[in-house]
């Protein structure tokens, strides 16, 4: 079975500062990638994605994913975080049957 | 437009109860989900139909019982109502059953109680 270990609930940082969110993930069977975001009161979108190729991902609004799978990793970057940035943060691998499993989240609270 | 919409937004109820949750999407998607996320965050896979057929049934107990009127619903119905069946439930929608392939959109959650 496939697991995925948030291991950060809360990560403070200032506006400005770069963030890093940590992912890893265990599987014996090929996975797929991803980072969803919630915002309060709504329900999870998708951030990125990691399919195949590159290992580097990006999503429109800064944020970056780098797939390494001798680290079974796949941390969530961003250089420069935002006010509106502050949400929680769901890393999730799917396996080739097309279930997902999720993390248990990391709160990115953005402070002015 | 909401595009994934589910009703209620909370639920209080006792032990022994039955209740119903409901979800709508307007996307035109084939495939449909429900997901528990318990005390710990961890979202979990409970049940996915494609074009109103069951496709997925994670190990859930026999008094969740999902039901597929069309393609562009997807209620949940819970008998007997237990404690540990206090969670937020989400559902969500894809345009295919190839998730890892399709986005899934997600509802707003329905924040259960039992008491």
């Known amino acids: 079975a496939q697991s995925v270990t948030q291991l950060d609930s809360q990560v403070p940082v200032f506006e400005e500062a770069p963030v890093e969110l940590r992912c890893n993930y265990s599987s014996s069977v090929s996975v797929y990638l991803f980072w969803y975001v919630q915002y309060p009161n709504q329900g999870l979108q998708l951030l990125l994605k990691?399919?195949?190729?590159?290992?580097l991902v990006k999503s429109i609004n800064g944020f970056e994913a780098e797939f390494n799978k001798s680290q079974t990793s796949f941390h969530l970057r961003k250089p420069s975080v935002h006010i509106s940035d502050t949400a929680e943060y769901f890393c999730?691998?799917?396996?080739?049957?097309?279930?997902?499993?999720f993390g248990s989240g990391t709160k990115l609270n953005v402070k002015p | 437009d909401t595009a994934v919409s589910q009703t209620p937004k909370y639920l209080v109820t006792q032990m022994g109860n039955d209740k119903s949750i409901k979800c709508e999407q307007n996307l035109g998607h084939d495939t449909m989900y429900w997901y528990k996320q318990d005390s710990k965050k961890f979202l979990k896979i409970m049940f996915s139909?494609?074009?109103?057929?069951?496709?997925i049934n994670e190990t859930v107990p026999n008094r969740f019982s999902p039901k597929s009127p069309d393609k562009a619903h997807l209620n949940l119905h819970i008998n007997s109502l237990e404690l540990g069946d206090s969670a937020v439930y989400f559902c969500?929608?894809?345009?295919?059953?190839?998730?890892?392939?399709?986005?899934?959109?997600f509802g707003p959650g329905t924040r259960l109680t039992v008491t």
């Open positions: 999730a691998v799917s396996d080739p049957f097309n279930k997902f499993y």
């Open positions: 139909y494609n074009n109103k057929e069951l496709i």
């Open positions: 990691y399919l195949s190729g590159s290992t």
């Open positions: 969500a929608s894809s345009q295919t059953s190839l998730a890892r392939l399709d986005e899934q959109y």
